[in-house]
């Protein structure tokens, strides 16, 4: 079964939208140096939209995101191992999840996401790379 089947029900999109919220905040928060203050900043504006505005941008994405890694996690799913298949494979994962997020972003109308995710999304492959293994674990959890 394709992994957005398994997580289209609102209340699993919900507790995935949450963990993977906790997961960018735990990233953001353990950020060191110059690159720590940049991403803390920007993350302060962007819950300066509202304290669940990451968490509602991530579940306004999901049901995009699990789609366009549906293939992956198919193929992982041959390899009778979907999770791993992610974690073993993410800077592919970490592209695809980005692709979804660029199209989006294109077609946002705040300028002040748009601007911060602009200013960030050189160094936002790196991280997303960093969180797949958490957010493989974070899919595995609820549909295996």
């Not at 669940?52 to 579940?59: E, F, I, K, V």
């Not at 592209?95 to 911060?116: C, F, M, R």
Request: proline share 3%; hydrophobic share 40%.
């Amino acid at each position: 079964m394709k992994l957005s089947e398994q997580i289209e029900a609102k209340h699993i999109q919900s507790d995935i939208a949450r963990e993977c919220v906790q997961v960018m905040e735990n990233q953001v928060n353990g950020k060191k140096g110059m690159t720590g203050v940049l991403f803390k900043t920007l993350y302060a504006g962007i819950r300066a939209l509202g304290a669940d505005y990451a968490y509602r941008a991530t579940l306004n994405l999901l049901s995009a995101t699990s789609k366009a890694l549906d293939p992956l996690w198919e193929k992982g799913l041959s390899e009778n191992a979907p999770v791993a298949y992610l974690k073993n494979n993410s800077s592919l994962t970490a592209e695809t999840i980005l692709s979804v997020t660029d199209a989006k972003i294109a077609k946002a109308h705040n300028k002040i996401v748009k601007a911060t995710y602009q200013k960030v999304r050189n160094t936002l492959e790196e991280e997303i790379t960093q969180a797949v293994p958490p957010i493989a674990d974070i899919l595995g959890k609820y549909v295996q």
